[in-house]
């Protein structure tokens, strides 16, 4: 079991991924649909902002738990000299990087209207911070960061849909443009999943090594785990798109309360691919 | 089946060793080892650059100091940090540092005086 401050640095980088992916995702979705969704700006923004706000605070709170891990006291935290020497490093690079893209996303998102794009650059530039640190940036292949990048990309536009989708099946009023918008992300969807899979198996391949290393390691086993639990979310997303959806289309009033329960489900399984990624990126060592 | 894949990750997390990203390469003494009298220092040796943040040594389970790290700049693959000497006993050194990744790294080791 990891002590607290391996602890510390799960918990503060699973709140990271759920505050960037899901502040980026919002206003992905938010361009990409934005027909469907102009009805819910202030909705979606306020959520934005929300979740950007809370990973600029995990981005500051985990730089400091690192501190903590390096001294092994709290003390590190707050230690100058070691937030200095973390600074020159890249967790130092990583974070500048991902408040300069949370920064673009907060300016767009209370400007609205045409700020959005920059709120949407903003996004890509905290995403593409996790691509500069980690097991993934070691390798120092700028395709190999890309295939990460394309992975969060299309994690972020899924998470990003699951709220006003909720937020649209909920009211009788608004169930037509749920079905609209649910066959709409289905239909990206059907070509943007396959290379989110495509894209985790690259990454696998390249880190893990091997069927033995997948199998007889912390590493292997929590990856597994990982996709595990995203077997069962593309069951409920095929679901979604095979049977609720089109019975929303159809004007079937149980449909919204369906897809309602269906996405509560999906943002369980999220949470805990997440909270899996936070693991190994975290606490466990690349068997490779 | 959520159940089943919580229980997974459970068990993934407790058999993970702490913290971990040490890619320790030599330590001398070497672990394990039994030595007939308190080696001046003790060497850490890396395969990359690190800077050392914490080492400790507690002899016996009893008694427990930081090492001296020194004056440090950049990021290094061999320490020397001179040793208190003790007397006989067990002695455990657990250290901290961080990797020229950026990584967080930690390990341990123990040698034995007689």
């Excluded at chain 1, 990973?55 to 100058?80: E, H, P």
């Excluded at chain 1, 994690?155 to 009211?171: C, D, E, M, R």
Aim: proline share 4%; glycine share 10%.
């Amino acid at each position: 079991m990891p002590d607290i401050w391996g602890q510390a640095a799960v918990a503060t980088k699973f709140l990271l991924y759920l505050g960037v992916l899901t502040s980026a995702g919002l206003i992905l979705c938010r361009q990409v649909f934005s027909e469907q969704l102009a009805g819910l700006d202030r909705f979606l923004r306020a959520w934005a902002v929300f979740f950007a706000l809370l990973a600029a605070a995990m981005s500051f709170l985990g730089f400091a738990v690192r501190g903590a891990v390096l001294m092994d006291d709290a003390s590190g935290m707050t230690d100058l000299a070691i937030l200095a020497l973390l600074w020159e490093t890249p967790p130092g690079d990583a974070l500048l990087l991902r408040l300069l893209g949370l920064g673009a996303l907060l300016t767009g998102v209370v400007l609205g209207g045409r700020w959005l794009w920059v709120a949407l650059l903003g996004s890509f530039l905290a995403i593409w911070s996790f691509c500069e640190i980690g097991h993934v940036a070691s390798e120092d292949r700028l395709w190999f960061q890309s295939v990460l990048f394309g992975h969060l990309i299309v994690a972020a536009f899924w998470i990003g849909v699951l709220l006003p989708l909720h937020k649209l099946a909920g009211s009788a009023d608004t169930l037509r443009v749920a079905a609209v918008l649910g066959h709409r992300f289905g239909q990206v969807a059907s070509v943007a999943v396959p290379l989110l899979l495509l894209a985790g198996v690259v990454m696998t391949w390249r880190l893990v090594g091997s069927l033995s290393a997948l199998l007889g390691t912390a590493y292997g086993l929590t990856l597994l785990a990982k996709i595990a639990v995203v077997t069962l979310l593309l069951a409920l997303a095929a679901i979604n798109k095979t049977r609720i959806v089109p019975a929303l289309q159809s004007g079937d009033p149980k449909a919204g309360p369906h897809l309602a329960r269906s996405i509560s489900l999906e943002w369980v399984c999220i949470s805990v691919i997440l909270l899996a990624t936070a693991v190994f990126t975290s606490i466990l060592t690349v068997p490779s | 089946m959520i159940y089943r894949v919580a229980l997974t990750i459970l068990l993934a997390l407790t058999s993970a060793q702490a913290l971990a990203h040490s890619e320790k390469e030599s330590m001398t003494p070497a672990d394990g080892a039994i030595l007939d009298a308190v080696p001046e220092t003790i060497g850490l040796r890396f395969n990359d650059g690190m800077r050392l943040t914490k080492v400790e040594m507690t002899h016996a389970e009893t008694h427990t100091e930081a090492l001296d790290l020194g004056t440090q700049s950049g990021f290094v693959k061999e320490f020397s940090l001179p040793l208190t000497p003790m007397g006989p006993g067990m002695y455990h050194i657990e250290w901290r540092g961080l990797g020229v990744d950026g990584h967080p790294m930690n390990g341990v080791f123990s040698f034995e005086v007689k």
